[in-house]
């Protein structure tokens, strides 16, 4: 502003716009008055008439053409700023959107904070960006069918499945969240989360020794064995079969894949160990060219006791095997069982087996009916030399049939000549008696010294009676040796002639192959009692029967509860059985050591029977009861010789027998 009495238009030029940058202009703005006006005038005419230049561009006005309303006049001088300081408008716009991101970003932080990060699946499910309890819920039920399905395993071409639970796998989904981590804070990792999707590993809880038990029991089904190459014959051609290398589930390897993706959708792929061969393809063929052809080229004869036999070439091909040799190569042998199919039948007459040497009775006289020494083929003797003949030469003469000298009883038979050409000899040898002439020669005046028998069985119990006492009947028991009657018989199944029959089982009526044995075990035993027999190992039914003599039975189970006799006499005792529909009788003949009698006690701790009814089982049985009681049995034996007496006393506790009844509910 100026005084009233400032200068005239003539001496001031006003800039009607409005000038905010004061700092632009390179000399101060003075206020003039006096002498001094009057030379602004001067100069400012003298500067009008000659048109001269200021120094410099700030002393200079210039205006901006008029381009819109009335207003127009009012704009600032272009070059002297806008209305907002002179910022660029596109720096304002893109200072707006950053902070709006920086608020979103700021607003995503604190919201998420707690969540699942964005993109995260686990085994297939999709939990990003849900809270953890939410993420935790879903996890549970997506995958609760897949935890207690079974685990589809793959091996190369093989396959099995595992049950989780067996092999000790749990899903622990409080620490699988945990490993998805924490919402990350790089802006550009969140962004990119929203486009992407990141498995995360379930992460389980496992019992190793379970899992590894598991993994061994499906290994069959898994594994596959290398495949040595070797030499098979179609028809008399021999055909190269190649090697083929195995496979093996690899033990750490395979637990850890079944860990990390036994939740997967798709089969566990397990990692395999090759299991290497040996056999070349040039060594299968070397032996089909040196071996296998020749062989087949004829047959082979076998020269045995005033008989051949022959093995044919569709034989050969059954018999001729071939192994890997551990260099690349086959080495021929012979499958023995094969072998002896083909020959044996053809020489089975000039075999004889062994006789055992037994007893002949007259009353209580006995007579010894000599054993008779066999003669039999030994076959690995026979075949040692049937690879080297295989690779002769075809078309020579078979050699002459062997006709062997008399063999004195007891020595070894004449062997075959040696052979020629595409031949081998049978190599036969002795085989002796179990039971021979001199056991029971040294019998000597042998009489019955031990006699026992039963009665009463049915028709089932009775065959199973019959057939081991058809297998003990002639058995001796050596001097100082014991007779164990399960050896003898074992095994006792329909193979070799028992048959279902009833037992008891618990206290109730019910039935098992071979019942009725242990009647023949009560009578064995009770010879043997008689005989002075020593009583190495016998044991009582645990309920009373009443057709055997109290305290003085014995039952058998097979693999569990034996009758066992021992003999500590000098001489041999021989065992005689005799059999009929109704009864069972043992005999037993020696040297008579002994005077034997039984002393019974009187029955004490009597205990009345109880009831058992099985009226829900089909094949229930009514049976009467029997009272439980205790007794005391003494043997008491007397020496013929010395005439001394020794006492064995022996006490028998027995259940008692409950009533069975079928009545049911």
């Not at 006003?14 to 030379?39: C, F, K, N």
Request: proline fraction near 11%; charged fraction near 20%.
């Amino acid at each position: 502003m100026t005084s009233p009495g400032g200068p005239t238009p003539e001496e001031t030029t006003v800039d009607t716009g409005r000038t905010d940058d004061l700092g632009a202009l390179d000399e101060p703005i003075r206020t003039m008055t006096g002498d001094a006006r009057h030379e602004a005038r001067h100069e400012s005419r003298h500067e009008a008439r000659h048109e001269a230049r200021p120094e410099r561009d700030i002393e200079r006005t210039e205006w901006i053409p008029a381009t819109g309303g009335p207003d127009d006049g009012a704009r600032p001088p272009a070059g002297h700023g806008a209305p907002d300081g002179g910022r660029p408008r596109p720096l304002l716009i893109a200072a707006a959107v950053v902070g709006l991101l920086v608020v979103l970003y700021v607003g995503d932080l604190l919201l998420s904070s707690t969540d699942v990060p964005r993109g995260v699946a686990v085994a297939g499910v999709d939990i990003g960006g849900m809270g953890k309890p939410e993420a935790e819920q879903e996890l549970r039920t997506q995958l609760a069918g897949r935890t207690s399905r079974p685990v589809s395993l793959q091996a190369g071409q093989g396959a099995a499945t595992l049950d989780p639970r067996e092999a000790g796998l749990e899903l622990d989904v409080e620490s699988t969240i945990a490993e998805a981590g924490e919402q990350p804070f790089n802006p550009w990792t969140r962004v990119s989360s929203l486009f992407t999707t990141r498995d995360v590993a379930p992460v389980t809880r496992v019992n190793g020794f379970a899992l590894d038990q598991a993994l061994d029991r499906v290994r069959p089904q898994l594994d596959r064995p290398a495949t040595e190459g070797t030499v098979r014959f179609e028809g008399i051609q021999p055909v190269a079969v190649p090697s083929v290398p195995g496979q093996a589930v690899e033990g750490p390897g395979a637990a850890r894949a079944i860990t990390e993706h036994w939740l997967d959708p798709t089969p566990v792929a397990l990692p395999l160990t090759e299991a290497p061969v040996t056999v070349t393809p040039a060594g299968i063929q070397q032996a089909i060219d040196e071996v296998a052809r020749p062989a087949v080229a004829g047959p082979v004869t076998v020269v045995g006791d005033a008989k051949n036999a022959t093995i044919t070439t569709q034989a050969i091909t059954t018999l001729l095997v071939f192994r890997p040799d551990g260099s690349g190569g086959l080495v021929p042998a012979i499958d023995e069982p094969a072998a002896i199919r083909a020959v044996e039948p053809q020489l089975a007459t000039t075999e004889a087996e062994p006789k055992d040497a037994t007893l002949t009775f007259a009353g209580t006289q006995t007579t010894v009916v000599p054993a008779v020494v066999g003669r039999e083929i030994d076959w690995p003797r026979t075949f040692a030399g049937l690879v080297e003949v295989l690779g002769r030469p075809a078309g020579q003469s078979a050699p002459p049939v062997f006709t062997p000298p008399p063999t004195a009883p007891g020595a070894e038979p004449a062997a075959p000549p040696p052979t020629t050409g595409r031949a081998i000899n049978a190599v036969y040898t002795t085989t002796q008696p179990e039971v021979t002439t001199e056991s029971l020669q040294a019998l000597g005046p042998a009489e019955l010294i031990g006699e026992f028998t039963t009665r009463g069985f049915k028709p089932d119990s009775g065959q199973n009676i019959r057939r081991v006492a058809e297998i003990v009947n002639g058995q001796v028991i050596a001097p100082n040796s014991v007779f164990s009657l399960n050896e003898a018989s074992s095994p006792r199944n329909e193979a070799n002639g028992f048959v279902p029959a009833g037992i008891i089982d618990d206290g109730a009526p019910s039935r098992g192959v071979g019942g009725g044995v242990s009647q023949f075990a009560t009578t064995l035993f009770n010879a043997g009692y008689f005989a002075g027999l020593d009583d190495v190992e016998h044991k009582e039914h645990s309920y009373y029967i009443s057709r055997y003599p109290a305290g003085r039975e014995a039952t058998v189970f097979e693999g569990s509860i034996d009758l066992r006799l021992g003999n500590d006499g000098p001489t041999p005792i021989y065992i005689r059985t005799q059999w009929t529909p109704s009864s069972i009788t043992v005999q037993l003949y020696g040297i008579k050591r002994f005077e034997v009698t039984s002393e019974p006690g009187p029955r004490t701790n009597l205990t009345p029977p109880g009831v058992r009814d099985l009226g829900g089982e089909p094949e229930c049985t009514a049976s009467q009861g029997s009272e439980g009681f205790t007794i005391t049995d003494t043997r008491v034996l007397r020496d013929v010789r010395t005439g001394e007496v020794r006492r064995e006393p022996r006490t028998v506790r027995y259940e008692p027998q409950p009533t069975v009844t079928c009545n049911g509910p």
